[in-house]
């Protein structure tokens, strides 16, 4: 009995973390061959894992079994020096779905959900599990103000906080 429990609870802690959030949904005809390549983060919710970060980028590329691989890179301003992770994506639902889940430590994933997308795929507003997570990224290192602030205004009405935005900085060549 004591197993049974422990397998249900983890098992509920593993689909809470690739759960959406309420009144997010996910773009359809997502092209992830479209989607590989680097983007920079343009906002973040701020999280420990990215605590004090700058010059924030994600690169995606495929992966042999299928999924997509992500190395996620940022300068840590105080220790001065780049700070690097490389995790693995996997589409929850179907590949025209921008619902992935991503791990960064073993057998533990998260959502990342692709809440809206540029048609020419050169900006994306993401999401993870819950509210506390969101990013705004685009192709390149600054963004079109009016399109950072549209981005900015539909994650207010989906319910985040976006006061408590963080507008990263690319100030560092990343070679």
């Not at 010059?55 to 996620?72: E, H, L, P, Q």
């Not at 890179?73 to 889940?101: C, I, M, P, S």
């Not at 290192?141 to 207010?156: C, G, I, N, T, Y």
Request: with cysteine; aromatic share 12%; glycine share 6%.
């Amino acid at each position: 009995m004591k197993t049974l429990l422990l397998v249900l609870l983890a098992g509920l802690i593993l689909t809470a973390c690739t759960s959406k959030p309420e009144n997010v949904e996910p773009v359809t005809d997502f092209d992830a061959q479209q989607y590989l390549g680097k983007w920079y983060e343009i906002a973040r919710l701020d999280h420990s894992f990215e605590e004090g970060l700058s010059n924030v980028t994600a690169t995606y590329s495929k992966r042999d079994d299928g999924g997509i691989k992500v190395v996620n890179r940022g300068f840590n301003d105080e220790e001065g020096q780049w700070d690097e992770a490389e995790g693995k994506a996997y589409f929850v639902k179907d590949e025209q779905t921008g619902w992935l889940k991503v791990s960064f430590f073993g057998p533990f994933y998260a959502s990342y959900i692709v809440a809206d997308l540029d048609k020419n795929y050169q900006w994306s507003l993401v999401t993870g599990p819950d509210k506390d997570y969101l990013w705004i990224l685009a192709r390149q290192p600054e963004m079109d103000d009016s399109q950072r602030s549209a981005l900015v205004q539909k994650a207010a009405s989906l319910g985040y906080d976006t006061d408590a935005l963080i507008f990263v900085k690319h100030d560092r060549n990343q070679n």
